[in-house]
């Protein structure tokens, strides 16, 4: 996902997420508590790199857009954002991204 001058490649997302162990995403995604401290890491990872909060939030952007074609919600929480995601229109899914970056700061 990230090149060796540190840019983010955000189409390699769903290779990324496809190579993640079926073990690895139960433990990240059985528990909301535990998905948020997945992605509170990953994002310090990205601001650390020098990521904008534009860029992280189209890297959620993405990530999300897996999830919901990919993966089924273990969770009412992840239910409930699943379910919005699936409605939203793509300015909406935009904003709900960045809101995503913002909780798990």
């Given at each position: 996902m990230v090149d060796d001058e540190?840019?983010?490649?955000?189409?390699?997302?769903?290779?990324t997420a496809s190579r993640?162990?079926?073990s690895k995403k139960d433990e990240?995604?059985?528990n909301f508590e535990e998905f948020k401290s997945y992605l509170h890491s990953?994002?310090?990872?990205?601001?650390?790199?020098?990521?904008s909060e534009?860029?992280?939030a189209k890297t959620a952007e993405k990530v999300a857009d897996y999830?919901?074609?990919?993966?089924?919600?273990?969770?009412s929480e992840e239910n409930?954002?699943?379910?919005?995601?699936?409605?939203?229109?793509?300015?909406?899914?935009?904003k709900l991204a960045?809101?995503?970056?913002?909780?798990?700061?």
């Open positions: 540190r840019n983010v490649d955000t189409s390699k997302v769903e290779e993640m162990s079926e990240i995604l059985s990953k994002v310090q990872i990205g601001e650390k790199m020098g990521m534009e860029t992280l999830l919901a074609d990919h993966e089924e919600p273990r969770n409930l954002l699943k379910e919005l995601w699936k409605v939203g229109e793509q300015e909406e899914r935009h960045h809101m995503l970056v913002k909780l798990v700061k």
